[in-house]
């Protein structure tokens, strides 16, 4: 694959509107066909018997040279599957090409290996996230066409999954548990249950806080959870860790006592972590459920 990011990366930079249209229709496809095989639920079930290397990566944000970074690392490792956790665009310069690389992957032979989930920034259409670069930056690389590749992009978010369930051991997905979510349903269809219900939102956007509780987040969208909350859903979806992303941190960072990790994997503007990470959940980590703590200690590559 190696060969390939190279390929992709110099690709990313001077594929015509045509091109790119094209690469977003055909992993759109695929999206869809990979949705209606799990029967319109956007939670992906992982049973941890069936694979050996689950490689999870944070938010993105444009930084090019994060993602090449990462799949140049992972090359090797012959992963069963790379899960993104959202927020490709936005933030960073080069978001318009990391989509380009990320399509590529999506469509390429090592599709079932690669799941792309929703983050805030990949969001419905009632749940805006400000600023918002990408259109601008697809406006300013292709003119006027610019605005037809991103909308038709807006459509493929709507056949991204948004959570994975590594059965009895982990669950990923890109903000925070909703409150209120009593099963492993509640939170595979979220989507549907939007905007009755605030599920989807709060997958979405929450962030964990320290004690108990949950309160209105300072983000306007998306709510604080305390560790009472992600003991009662963890407990609920039969898991021991939350594996998320969606707030800039040195890479990882573990918190409510381990029960949460986050897993930022991007660097630069605007942001001002030093380092970033992903991780590569081995064997070891899904023959039994590791807590945050030692996840952070052992799973996580930093760079
Ligand atoms: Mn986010």
Same mark, same amino acid.
């Given at each position: 694959m190696q060969a390939r990011v190279v390929e992709w990366t110099d690709e990313a930079f001077e594929t015509s509107a045509d091109e790119f249209l094209a690469l977003i229709e055909e992993a759109k496809e695929i999206l869809y066909g990979e949705k209606e095989a799990r029967a319109g639920s956007g939670l992906v079930r992982i049973s941890?018997?069936?694979?050996k290397k689950i490689i999870v990566v944070g938010d993105?944000?444009?930084?090019m040279e994060s993602l090449v970074h990462i799949l140049e690392d992972i090359e090797?490792?012959?992963?069963?599957r790379i899960v993104f956790l959202g927020d490709?665009?936005?933030?960073?310069?080069e978001s318009v090409e990391v989509y380009y690389v990320l399509l590529k992957l999506k469509a390429s032979e090592r599709r079932e290996k690669i799941i792309m989930l929703r983050g805030n920034h990949e969001?419905?259409?009632?749940?805006?996230?400000?600023?918002?670069d990408l259109p601008f930056l697809f406006t300013e690389k292709y003119g006027a066409r610019g605005k037809e590749v991103y909308k038709k992009l807006k459509e493929l978010?709507?056949? $991204? +999954?948004y959570a994975v369930l590594v059965e009895r051991r982990y669950l990923m997905l890109?903000?925070? $548990? +909703?409150?209120?979510?009593?099963?492993i349903e509640d939170i595979a269809f979220a989507h549907e249950s939007h905007p009755a219900s605030s599920n989807f939102e709060e997958i979405l956007w929450s962030d964990p806080v320290e004690g108990k509780g949950d309160f209105y987040s300072m983000r306007g969208a998306g709510r604080m959870f305390g560790e009472d909350i992600t003991e009662k859903v963890l407990s609920a979806v039969g898991v021991k860790v939350l594996i998320r992303s969606h707030e800039p941190c040195e890479g990882v960072e573990v918190r409510q006592r381990g029960k949460v990790l986050t897993l930022f994997s991007r660097k630069g503007s605007p942001y001002f972590n030093t380092r970033a990470a992903y991780l590569i959940l081995d064997e070891d980590a899904l023959r039994e459920a590791k807590d945050a703590e030692e996840l952070a200690r052992s799973a996580a590559r930093m760079w």
């Open positions: 941890p018997q069936t694979v993105i944000h444009g930084d090797n490792l012959n992963a069963d490709y665009g936005d933030r960073g310069s969001g419905p259409p009632d749940m805006p996230v400000m600023p918002h978010w709507e056949y $991204l +999954p890109h903000g925070g $548990l +909703p409150a209120n979510a009593a099963s």
